[in-house]
C-alpha cells in the first residue's frame, strides 16, 4: 500500500517549499494529497503564483489514522495561516502522538511546531533568524542547526526555499528508503548520478 502524505496550503505558502516536495514524492510513488485551508480550492502562494489544492479543507478527514505524514511549507504569512487553524494544530500533534512523520521547512518550524510543543528536545534547523521564535518554554530543549535538512526522530526539518528539494529526500528516505530518496535525487540531478559511481 502507497505512503500517504498529506499538504497543508495556507495563504501565503511558500511555493517552492511545497510544490517540489509534491512533485518528487509523487515521483517516488508516494500518494500526497493537497490541501487548503482557506475557502477556496485555489489558493495563492507569498510570490502570486496560484495553485489548486486537490481538497478544500472540511472535505477531508483530518484524522492521523490513514496518513503517513504531514507536511508544512514556510513562507509568511503561509505559516502563520496554517498555525491559526487550531484543527490544523490537532492534527499535527495527533500525528506525532502516534510516530507518524511531520515535515516543515522555513518558518514552519519555528512558527508551527514550536507552539505546539514538538520542537523540544529536538535538534531542528529553520529560516535563519526565526530560531530566536523558538526558545520559548514550551521548546527550551530544542536544538537548533544551521544544517540544511534535518532529521530527529519523526520530525524533519529544512532551512528555506533552496533546500526544498533535499528536504522532499529526506522524506522520501524516511518513507520508503535512503536508496529510494537517492534514486529520486539522482533522476532530477539533484545529485550527480555518476558521482555514486566514481
Not at 26 to 54: K, M, P, Q
Request: aromatic letters at 6%; charged letters at 25%; hydrophobic letters at 50%.
Amino acid at each position: 500500500m502507497a505512503k500517504k502524505v498529506l499538504v497543508f496550503l495556507a495563504e501565503g505558502f511558500e511555493e517552492v517549499e511545497a510544490i517540489t516536495p509534491v512533485d518528487y514524492l509523487r515521483r517516488a510513488g508516494i500518494e500526497v494529497v493537497t490541501l487548503s485551508l482557506g475557502a477556496s480550492r485555489e489558493v495563492n502562494g507569498a510570490h502570486g503564483i496560484a495553485v489548486r489544492a486537490d481538497v478544500l479543507f472540511g472535505d477531508c478527514a483530518l484524522k492521523a489514522a490513514g496518513w503517513d505524514a504531514v507536511l508544512c511549507p514556510g513562507g509568511m504569512p503561509g505559516a502563520a495561516n496554517i498555525a491559526a487553524r487550531t484543527e490544523a494544530g490537532s492534527f499535527i500533534r495527533e500525528m506525532a502522538g502516534e510516530g507518524k512523520l511531520i515535515a516543515a521547512i522555513c518558518a514552519a518550524p519555528a512558527v508551527v511546531l514550536a507552539p505546539l510543543g514538538l520542537l523540544a528536545g529536538k535538534r531542528y534547523t529553520c529560516f535563519p533568524g526565526m530560531e530566536k521564535e523558538v526558545s520559548s518554554a514550551l521548546n527550551r530543549s530544542a536544538q537548533w542547526t544551521e544544517d540544511r535538512v534535518v532529521r530527529d526522530g519523526n520530525i524533519i526539518t529544512g532551512r528555506a526555499a533552496g533546500t526544498a528539494g533535499e528536504f522532499a529526500v529526506a522524506i522520501i528516505g524516511a518513507l520508503l528508503s535512503e536508496k529510494e530518496g537517492r534514486a529520486i535525487a539522482e533522476k532530477v540531478l539533484l545529485l550527480d548520478p555518476q558521482a555514486s559511481r566514481r
